[in-house]
Nanobody, 115 residues
């Protein structure tokens, strides 16, 4: 059984920073491409960044240059460093494999950026 537990969200002013963490248990992580997704109110869940098992990263245009995804295979953890946050970054952030697997969704972590 697979569990993904996100943490690190919070309320921050525009221009601020947050670091999200996703701890993975079970059989996934090593060898898998992992992604961070977010869902704003009224919007579909979207991919914001992904990282392969060999640390190749890809970012959505909206976060490029501001967000950095990384992983620590020894800790089965993937991170999302978010800098220069904007109000439009507000949403619930989730991690999952890429491509996403519905059965892997966790509870997410709320990020709220005030203007």
């Amino acid at each position: 059984q697979v569990h993904l537990v996100e943490s690190g969200g919070g309320l921050v002013q525009a221009g601020g920073s947050l670091r999200l963490s996703c701890a993975a248990s079970g059989s996934i992580f090593r060898g898998f491409t992992m992604g961070w997704y977010r869902q704003a109110p009224g919007n579909q869940r979207e991919l914001v960044a992904r990282i392969t098992s060999t640390d190749i990263t890809v970012y959505a245009d909206s976060v490029k240059g501001r967000f950095t995804i990384s992983r620590d295979n020894a800790k089965n953890t993937v991170y999302l460093q978010m800098n220069s946050l904007k109000p439009e970054d507000t949403g619930v952030y989730y991690c999952n494999t890429f491509p996403r697997r519905p059965e892997y969704w966790g509870q997410g972590t709320q990020v709220t950026v005030s203007s």
